[in-house]
């Protein structure tokens, strides 16, 4: 069974840049996508950016597009998330995600991923 473990999150002052890394393990990174999700307290998990695996192609967020880059390294089975030009709204738990499946066509929501890493937390100071 994949696992996805996060890593990368931190305290950062407003403006400044954090790059999150989503690594799966226990077996072959088989799924046609990789996710990542915020959430704050008391709030819904929100979609941020996903990429296609195998075509490489993005999908972001409006809250993030032109601050956020998702990328991977299919050799590695790592995921990674850019994040420039913070704001202190970008703070909260990050998580990686990916559907436990080889094929599909959803990218943005929450209920179509099945592998969820524990999360990071990012705090955006102002």
């Known amino acids: 069974q994949v696992q996805l473990h996060e890593s990368g999150g931190g305290l950062v002052q407003a403006g400044g840049s954090l790059k999150l890394s989503c690594v799966a393990s226990g077996g072959t990174f088989s799924s046609y996508a990789m996710g990542w999700f915020r959430q704050v307290p008391g709030k819904d998990r929100e979609f941020v950016a996903s990429i296609n695996w195998r075509a490489g192609n993005t999908y972001y967020s409006h809250a993030v597009k032109g601050r956020f880059t998702i990328s991977r390294d299919d050799a590695t089975n790592t995921g990674y998330l850019q994040m420039d030009a913070l704001k202190p709204e970008d703070t909260a738990v990050y998580f990686c995600?990916?559907?436990?499946?080889?094929?599909?066509?959803?990218?943005?929501?929450?209920?179509?991923?099945?592998?969820w890493g524990q999360g990071t937390q990012v705090t955006v100071s102002s």
């Open positions: 995600a990916a559907p436990d499946r080889t094929s599909g066509s959803y990218y943005y929501s929450a209920r179509y991923f099945d592998i």
